[in-house]
Antibody, heavy 116, light 107 residues
């Protein structure tokens, strides 16, 4: 059974940073690209970032609205992917989802709230 | 960036209806369109991949189609469990982009 579990969310002050983690199991993580997608309260889905697998040299891609403030990374030995977000703003408040490269498997999401 | 213009943004539906939701891509995205269902408080669930392929475990009343740059999700004989939000996504180019979403509500 595929399992994806995001952690690391919470309440952060504007200007702060956060590192989200996504632990996976039940599929061959090393073969998969991985994404982060977010959803602000009451809004639609927004793709945030993707990291490819080793065969593609772990290439990374980012949403332009977040580029420069986010870094996606992975640790194949832990079947985990990470999202570092800095200079957080109120508009970064959202549920952050970890999902596989083709968006077939999703975690339950983790809430990030940016507020003073 | 490729824009996915999704319509309608909301739809009032009745059980047994045939419902069609459409996304228009601003550039050619080929077959690389997914459709997702999302219920309140839940993660999105992939329903259709590569424009026309039914994802595992998805009822056959769901179907996807393509006509040029228009991509459609059709639900035949709507059931109560289908009342949800629906989102399209293009994954042909970076950045990946979602449509604005469609909210189905019962009349």
């Amino acid at each position: 059974e595929v399992q994806i579990l995001e952690t690391g969310g919470g309440l952060v002050k504007p200007g702060g940073s956060l590192r989200l983690s996504c632990a996976t199991s039940g599929f061959n993580f090393n073969d998969y690209f991985m994404n982060w997608v977010r959803q602000a309260p009451g809004k639609g889905l927004e793709w945030v970032a993707q990291i490819r697998n080793k065969n593609y040299n772990y290439a990374t891609y980012y949403a332009e609205s977040l580029e420069g403030r986010v870094t996606i990374s992975r640790d194949d030995s832990k079947s985990s992917v990470y999202l570092q977000v800095s200079s957080l703003r109120a508009e970064d408040t959202a549920i952050y989802y970890c999902t596989t490269g083709s968006f077939d498997y999703w975690g339950q999401g983790v809430m990030v709230t940016v507020s003073s | 960036d490729i824009q996915m213009t999704q319509s309608p943004s909301s739809m009032s539906v009745s059980l047994g209806d045939t419902v069609t939701i459409t996304c228009r891509a601003s550039q050619d995205v080929g077959i690389y369109v997914n459709w997702f269902q999302q219920k309140p408080g839940k993660s999105p669930r992939r329903m259709i991949y590569r424009a026309t392929n039914l994802a595992d475990g998805v009822p056959s009343r769901f179907s996807g189609s393509r006509s040029g740059s228009d991509y459609s999700l059709t639900i035949s004989s709507l059931e109560s469990e289908d009342v949800a939000d629906y989102h399209c996504l293009q994954y042909d180019e970076y950045p990946r982009t979602f449509g604005g979403g469609t909210k189905l509500e019962l009349k």
